[in-house]
């Protein structure tokens, strides 16, 4: 809608976790470091952690995205609780063959897929998203699921990506064990001021524009409004650009920008990504 009236290429803002549009924050360079890190070494489990909108998901189809033909990824969203099946989904998202096979027909299904993979020279991962929300009972199937390893190597890696509650979960007192397997684990804090504002520069830039479509007191006032929150700024942002072009204003400045937030607030949205 906006994009010609701004010179920009596409919209600089969607909410999707496009990797191509990360911005390296200090943290999320640490966190990507230590992720291929993981991988390369052949850890058993990577925990990642943030809040809602933090970029943990751009960070992962990052990752994804680098790595070479001779790893096999398998990616789960447990965006509602519960574990019943769990093999089921491991086979699936794998493409193993699943169907009316017991749970211990399915383990020996998916024991055979990794000799076979680490035979051919190939690491496996698997990516559980929303981990927190497997619960303690689903987190320690996913223990007892990573117990094969090929003399000082795991035949599986297991990244978990969730909310700062996966942090209190992996402490508790029944899942011992698995915190004794885990290897690498990064909370991903918020973004500072000056970072919050580099990514926005970053992410015009990358969409073809002119950063100074935003003009530098509107970019404060969405800096302190996202509490320094990637996702949080995305919205912000991309509301401010369609207000602006609703009344052709170039650059941005901050009044569009109130009335953004004016608009969130009276509906109830201040804070929400």
Known sequence: MYEHFYGLQEKPF?????????????????????????????QGFTVLSGEIGS?????????IEDLDQEVKVGILAFTQTGTQDILEWVAMTFGLDYSGKTEAELYETFLEFLIREY??????VLIIDEAQNMGLTGLEKLRMLSNVNARKE?????????????????KSPQLKQLLQRIA???????????????YIRHRIEKAGGDPSIISEQAVRLLVAASDGVPRLINSLCDL???????????????RIVRNVLED?????????G
């Open 14 to 42: 969607s909410i999707l976790p496009d990797p191509s549009y990360l911005f390296m924050s200090k943290a999320h360079n640490r966190a990507l470091v230590l992720l291929r890190y993981s991988l390369m070494s052949g």
């Open 55 to 63: 970029g943990k998901t751009t960070l992962i189809n990052k990752l």
């Open 119 to 124: 035979s051919a020279g190939r690491k496996v």
């Open 154 to 170: 795991y035949l599986l890696h297991m990244i978990l990506v969730g909310q700062p509650e996966l942090r209190s979960l992996i």
């Open 184 to 198: 690498v684990a990064f909370h991903l804090d918020a973004m500072t001021d000056n970072e919050a504002k580099q």
């Open 240 to 254: 401010a650009l369609v207000y602006g072009y609703s009344v052709e204003r170039n650059p941005i400045d901050v």
């Open 264 to 272: 969130r607030t009276s509906m109830g949205l201040a804070g929400v």
